[in-house]
């Protein structure tokens, strides 16, 4: 089996999302999956498979646990695929657990498309002033929880307690604000200790949260976000109705094989 390791939302390699992607001629054992994904330590590997109508479906794995959504190893798929494995059309179609996933080449950058998943408001968790330090201004919630603070510096110096963010029944854990930089429309990090990621560095899957939360509060569809994170990155978001557009670039680090199978 081969086994490329890719920086997503990235035009650098040591920034951006690793991801690691391994593509199969057919399913292995779900138990083996996950002990690939718990040997590459990061925060996804993807596993893909080529089904009978030119389409992929694809899996994702933490080094813990199996997820419904993964957006930066989702664009590293589709870089291996258009870059490494000689996918010659346009659009690639993904299947998964949250239902088809394209991703389109255009205009220099990766788009995927997925569907948008706005928070909807909720009191202030109890435990939450005490696990970031501060008094949100907002709280909503959907496939994650989405707290809103005052300014991007609270964003980047926040030192979050990982065991309280670990007991919110969520998958993860999205701290956001006003960007201070031109041309970026916001910035914020992503906490999901609960799947076994303390800090994710760039997150494709919390943008589709993001993109309707900021595009309503900003009144506009086009938006830039940036994730403050130590290795950090830049997403570009489209808000689509129902579905977002999230893009980034992309670039190959390591190439290798699995032995031992």
């Given amino acids: 089996m081969k086994l490329f390791q890719v920086d997503a939302f990235t035009e650098r390699v040591f920034s951006g ?12 054992d779900e138990e083996v999956m996950q002990k690939i994904a718990q040997e590459n330590n990061l925060s996804e590997t993807a596993f893909f498979v080529k089904e ?69 408001p909720i009191p202030v968790p109890k435990l939450i002033p005490e696990a970031i330090g501060t008094i949100p201004t907002y709280t909503g919630v959907n496939t994650d929880l989405l707290i809103l603070m005052n300014n991007e510096s609270m964003v980047r110096d926040c ?7 670990k007991k ?56 830039r976000g940036r994730q403050v994170s130590d290795r950090g990155g830049v997403l570009n978001c489209l808000q689509l109705g129902d579905r977002v557009e999230i893009g980034g670039s992309a670039i190959t680090y390591m190439t290798g094989n699995l032995a031992g199978f």
């Fill in 17 to 28: 999302n690793p991801a690691a992607v391994v593509p199969l001629d057919h399913w292995i």
């Fill in 52 to 120: 009978g109508d030119g389409g992929y479906r694809i899996r994702w794995f933490t080094p813990s646990t199996e997820v419904d959504l993964c957006g930066h190893a989702t664009l590293a798929s589709a870089h291996v695929l258009f870059t490494h494995l000689g996918f010659g059309g346009k659009m690639i179609r993904f299947q998964s657990n949250s239902g088809e996933l394209t991703v389109e080449r255009r205009e220099g950058l990766y788009w995927m498309n997925f569907p948008s998943n706005p928070p909807e």
């Fill in 159 to 165: 030192k979050p307690d990982l065991l309280i963010l």
């Fill in 168 to 223: 919110m029944e969520v998958r993860g854990v999205i701290i956001t604000a006003p960007s201070s930089e031109e041309g970026i429309d916001f910035v914020s990090r992503f906490f999901a200790p609960s799947v076994g990621v303390p800090e994710d560095p760039v997150t494709g899957s919390a943008h589709t949260v993001l993109t309707p939360f900021w595009a309503k509060r900003l009144r506009k569809d086009e938006l």
